[in-house]
């Protein structure tokens, strides 16, 4: 019998990486959710600066988060984040991916510059992909069923515009 997912915390996984001050950025489904699109997710993903010393504090709040693989074992971050583009992990707190540089991008320094400290509640403050980055790598997907959330991000990205010329 399948163990059962864990119970979809993800405050308490931003909280635990910032705990350990680990640089990253929220991508994905959340980082969707937070600007705005009214999707549903089940997971967070991350792009971390791939700087050494980030990898170690990196590696350190996923220990405080029990996360392992497929296969029920701790990740090697070492050894796996260099050789691969995506790392799916299970933590007590739910489902978070890694992902060192997604598509339509360069990773963390190219998205950093766009994007910005959203405050989540319970004193946590993420730094979220902007809401043109998120169209940008879901378009280089060019995947038919992430049209629709496509279309909600430029609509956004109109809103967002707009309200900028605003005085």
């Known amino acids: 019998m399948a163990e059962p997912s864990p119970k979809f915390d993800p405050i308490g996984i931003l909280a635990a990486l910032e705990r350990r001050r680990v640089s990253f950025i929220v991508i994905g489904g959340l980082a969707r959710v937070i600007q705005g699109t009214g999707e549903i997710t089940r997971g967070i993903d991350i792009v971390p600066s791939m700087k050494p010393e980030n990898l170690r504090r990196l590696d350190a709040a996923l220990t405080d988060l029990n996360a392992r693989d497929s296969d029920g ?95």
Do not use: F
Not at 77 to 84: F, R, S
Not at 108 to 116: G, I, P, V
């Open 73 to 167: 074992t701790a990740p090697s971050l070492e050894e796996t984040i260099p050789n691969e583009p995506l790392l799916e992990l299970t933590t007590d707190r739910g489902q978070i991916k890694v992902v060192p540089e997604p598509a339509g991008t360069r990773g963390y320094e190219d998205l950093r510059r766009a994007a910005t400290r959203e405050p989540l509640g319970a004193g946590v403050r993420s730094s979220v992909a902007s809401v043109g980055d998120l169209a940008r790598m879901l378009a280089d997907l060019g995947r038919e069923e992430d049209v629709p959330r496509l279309q909600r991000l430029r609509r956004l990205a109109e809103i967002e515009l707009g309200r900028g010329l605003e005085l």
